[in-house]
């Protein structure tokens, strides 16, 4: 039997209601796939970045600790007085740069350990923002 000539428009309308309601179900499932794969990809990215900060902080900790040996060995052996130096040479020069620098960030720690923030660290000792930051990120206690 023919479907009746009032019922013909009905089932168009909802043939064509259940192929779009298909079609949004399908792009819903396809956004939601790329959304849970970028959710992934950031938090590996996030763990790398992690691992990254950790491993610069560990290098620019041995760095000021080496300059910092290196200096006591040549004030021990009297090759670099606490004076300020006669500027020479150049490598008299990068001598007395070391030495200043190593007096900023001795400073800049010391202050941030007393507390201070980084706008009153910076005007006390001439560094950087960004110098003054390292030195925070280098010396804040690290959260597990």
């Not at 560990?58 to 760095?63: A, F, I, S």
């Not at 007096?103 to 350990?113: G, K, M, S």
Request: hydrophobic share 45%.
């Amino acid at each position: 039997m023919p479907p009746l000539p009032e019922l013909t428009p009905l089932l168009i309308a909802f043939a064509g209601s259940a192929l779009l309601t298909l079609f949004f179900l399908l792009c819903w499932l396809g956004a939601s796939r790329r959304s849970r794969e970028q959710g992934l990809m950031l938090k590996r990215l996030q763990r790398e970045l992690g691992m990254i900060q950790a491993g610069n902080i560990g290098l620019g900790k041995k760095l000021l600790t080496l300059q910092r040996d290196l200096l006591r060995q040549r004030q021990d052996s009297g090759a670099g007085a606490m004076t300020v130096p006669v500027r020479a040479s150049a490598a008299n020069d990068q001598d007395w740069q070391a030495e200043e620098a190593l007096r900023e960030f001795d400073q800049a720690q010391h202050l941030l350990a007393q507390g201070n923030d980084l706008d009153q660290v910076i005007r006390q000792t001439g560094l950087t923002r960004s110098e003054a930051e390292l030195i925070q990120l280098l010396y804040q206690p690290q959260s597990a």
